[in-house]
């Protein structure tokens, strides 16, 4: 069964650091997402993308952070310079071509700011 | 913003026992949709709930709308450890219907 991927599983990183999280979303999904949970927290949304631009985000996802997709099969969501609070476990999710469907989401990232 | 409240926060049950997490919001909804959560693990897709008063079931599982759509319910029967994890609702909207997750229940069930 296709499922999306995410590395690095564990990425430790110093305050100020800029930081890449990379995703491979399921190769026949159009729509793919940013989401985001401090331990013990709900899952927040940070941001959405289509067609190859972001469609809508949210208040947590400011000028540090942006995504992209480099080639026809990686998402990365980059954070410039790393705070504190910026640490959470970071989902990357995908859905299929049409909106409103269940969206998969991969194992996610723990990202840990020193 | 729309604020989406799950009760109770936590529950611990013997297996055997049911379970319900009941899921608020301060909007309508537009549809809702369940995930689970293992621990250590990430969201997993469980049901859609598109219409006002819908109930659909999956084996133990039996899952509720409201009718106004502005909450919705879970309710586990006989529950076994391997319903073990975080119970989510969470609210599809717009275009690219990000997801508004609810604030979670967690369920530990024991022997």
């Known amino acids: 069964e296709p499922e999306v991927t995410q590395t690095p599983s564990h990425q430790v990183t110093q305050m100020g650091q800029e930081v890449i999280l990379r995703c491979v979303p399921i190769?026949?999904?159009?729509?793919f997402y940013w989401y985001r949970q401090i331990l013990g927290q709900k899952v927040e949304f940070l941001v959405s993308?289509?067609?190859?631009?972001?469609?809508?985000k949210s208040e947590i996802f400011d000028d540090q952070f942006s995504v992209e997709r480099p080639d026809g099969s990686n998402f990365t969501l980059k954070i410039r310079s790393t705070k504190l609070e910026d640490s959470a476990m970071y989902f990357c999710a995908s859905s299929h071509r049409f909106a409103g469907r269940e969206q998969y989401f991969g194992p996610g990232t723990r990202l840990t700011v020193t | 913003g729309q604020q989406v409240m799950q009760i109770p926060q936590y529950q611990h049950v013997q297996e055997g026992e049911d379970f319900t997490t009941y899921c608020n919001s301060s909007?309508?909804?537009?549809?809702i949709q369940w995930y689970k959560q293992r621990p250590g693990g990430h969201p997993v897709f469980l049901i859609q709930?598109?219409?006002?008063?819908e109930v659909k079931k999956q084996k133990r599982l039996t899952f509720q709308f409201g009718e106004a759509k502005k909450n919705s319910s879970l309710h586990i029967t006989a529950t076994q450890t391997t319903d073990v994890g975080t119970y989510f609702c969470?609210?599809?909207?717009?275009?690219?219907?990000?997801?508004?997750f609810g604030t979670g229940t967690r369920l530990q069930v024991t022997l």
């Open positions: 190769s026949n999904h159009l729509y």
């Open positions: 993308f289509y067609n190859n631009e972001i469609s809508e």
């Open positions: 709930l598109v219409k006002s008063g």
């Open positions: 909007t309508t909804l537009s549809n």
């Open positions: 969470a609210d599809s909207t717009g275009t690219a219907s990000k997801l508004t």
